[in-house]
């Protein structure tokens, strides 16, 4: 589906429930996918990306800022400590901060850095035990534990279980947010993304619906 189709489903669903376009950022999610791809998404003017691979990123997103200027790139995959620094070095938004640890290294990290990028808690609100995030349960003390670090927490994240009805894993990331004083809501994939903004969705992320099917298996 080309960009603009993507860009007024968003603003048709937000304008629905009675919020502003403004208010959803649209990042394209272009793992996998051929540089031609991504290289005309960026043609049509799309500058806030997201890839989910550390080592992927790297290898193709210096050459695009070089040619296109600034692009505002999320981590939105798995982040193991040892390429905390890298990811902090590359990425403006981390969406998959899920344990303690991992904050640790954040907060040393951006002592040394001298900055951070916004931090997103991801969450596995289906309890899934194969999938990253913390539990439901865990929440509020890792988003108490990352601010007092002075971490730039930002808002929740997650991926709701393939075989069922994202609405109330939706629902469910809100009210957490909500409690813990959080206004980011990154939650909307290409299947889903309308039903996320009526949930209060401030980041969807959406690849195929975008780029066409990943070929390789990610
Ligand atoms: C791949 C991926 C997406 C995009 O999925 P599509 O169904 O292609 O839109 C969104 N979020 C995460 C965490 C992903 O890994």
Redesign the pocket.
């Known amino acids: 589906m080309p960009l603009s189709d993507i860009l007024s489903r968003i603003r048709d669903t937000a304008l629905d429930c009675d919020r502003s376009a403004a208010d959803v950022t649209l990042i394209a ?1 272009s ?1 996998v996918q051929p540089n031609d791809r991504v290289a005309a998404v960026l043609d049509a003017g799309q500058r806030v990306f ?1 890839e ?1 691979r550390v080592q992927e990123a790297m290898g193709k997103w210096p050459d695009f800022r070089a040619t296109y200027g600034d692009v505002d790139l999320h981590l ?2 798995p982040l193991q400590s040892n390429k905390a620094r890298q990811a902090m070095e590359l990425f403006n938004a981390i969406h998959t901060l899920d344990r303690l640890r991992l904050a640790e290294t954040f907060a040393r990290l951006a002592q040394e850095l001298g900055k951070c990028p916004d931090l997103f808690v991801q969450v596995n609100t289906g309890a899934e035990p194969q999938k990253a995030g913390c539990l439901p349960e865990e929440v509020d003390s890792l988003v108490a534990a990352a601010r007092a670090m002075d971490l730039p927490v930002k808002g929740l994240m997650c ?1 709701p279980p393939a075989d069922q009805g994202p609405a109330p894993h939706f629902a469910m990331l809100a009210e957490m947010a909500a409690r813990n004083g959080l206004t980011g809501l990154s939650m909307g ?3 889903d993304f309308d039903v996320a903004i009526r949930h209060g969705a401030t980041h969807v ?5 975008i780029f066409g099917d ?1 070929t390789a298996a ?1």
Do not use: E, L, Q
């Open positions: 999610v793992k997201g989910n939105i995959g991926i994939m290409s299947g992320r959406v690849g195929s619906a990943r990610h």
